[in-house]
T-cell receptor, first 111, second 115 residues
Framework: KQEVTQIPAALSVPEGENLVLNCSFT??????LQWFRQDPGKGLTSLLL?????REQTSGRLNASLDKSSGRSTLYIAASQPGDSATYLC??????????FGQGTELSVKP | DTGVSQDPRHKITKRGQNVTFRCDPI?????LYWYRQTLGQGPEFLTY????????KSRLLSDRFSAERPKGSFSTLEIQRTEQGDSAMYLC?????????????FGEGSRLTVL
């Protein structure tokens, strides 16, 4: 059974700092991996989708990497801003197309 | 088409009442998924459909829960005899699995509060 773990559960950083969020999964036979952002009480906003054949994806200040063999992904946020404060969710697609989520990392960026 | 839409966005009900949520997927998508998210947790898979066929149901989907997608378009999720533990955000997503990337696109969710 696929399990997705995100570390840390919560993170507080000062504005301008670069940071890394970690995600690990137990079964390396994944289809794709996706990072989402969720603001309090809101739905999910897709940030980056990494296909299983890719090693990384970039969008603006965000960079996500994928190492299937070790069962790990990282989300790198450069020059963090207070507006980045949210919960970040990592999720993996199994071969059947179902998405399995981690519990999220709650990020707070202090001005 | 503007994406996945869910209705209602927020439902408050008393314990023991029945509630129904509706999800309208992106029109060309053949798969539709339901997830449940409780406070501080990641979304948990409930069930999914490919066209009108319900292909998988989680153990989380007790016999009080029923989901349908009668014509392979919109879907409903009904909860009978609601309990306080049913309070959660119910998320719907759709994807094009056969000819597309299989990426899931999520709606804004329906928040259920059971008093």
């Amino acid at each position: 059974k696929q399990e997705v773990t995100q570390i840390p559960a919560a993170l507080s950083v000062p504005e301008g700092e670069n940071l890394v969020l970690n995600c690990s999964f137990t079964d390396s036979a994944i289809y794709n991996l996706q990072w989402f952002r969720q603001d309090p009480g809101k739905g999910l906003t897709s940030l980056l989708l990494i296909q299983s054949s890719q090693r990384e994806q970039t969008s603006g200040r965000l960079n996500a990497s994928l190492d299937k063999s070790s069962g790990r992904s990282t989300l790198y946020i450069a020059a963090s801003q207070p507006g980045d404060s949210a919960t970040y969710l990592c999720a993996v697609y199994n071969q059947g197309g179902k998405l399995i989520f981690g519990q999220g990392t709650e990020l707070s960026v202090k001005p | 088409d503007t994406g996945v839409s869910q209705d209602p966005r927020h439902k408050i009900t008393k314990r023991g009442q029945n509630v129904t949520f509706r999800c309208d997927p992106i029109s060309e998508h053949n798969r539709l998924y339901w997830y449940r998210q409780t406070l501080g947790q990641g979304p948990e898979f409930l069930t999914y459909f490919q066209n009108e066929a319900q292909l998988e149901k989680s153990r989380l989907l007790s016999d009080r829960f029923s989901a349908e997608r009668p014509k392979g378009s919109f879907s409903t999720l009904e909860i009978q005899r609601t309990e306080q533990g049913d309070s959660a955000m119910y998320l719907c997503a759709s994807s094009e699995w056969t000819s597309g990337s299989g990426e899931l696109f999520f709606g804004e969710g329906s928040r259920l509060t059971v008093l």
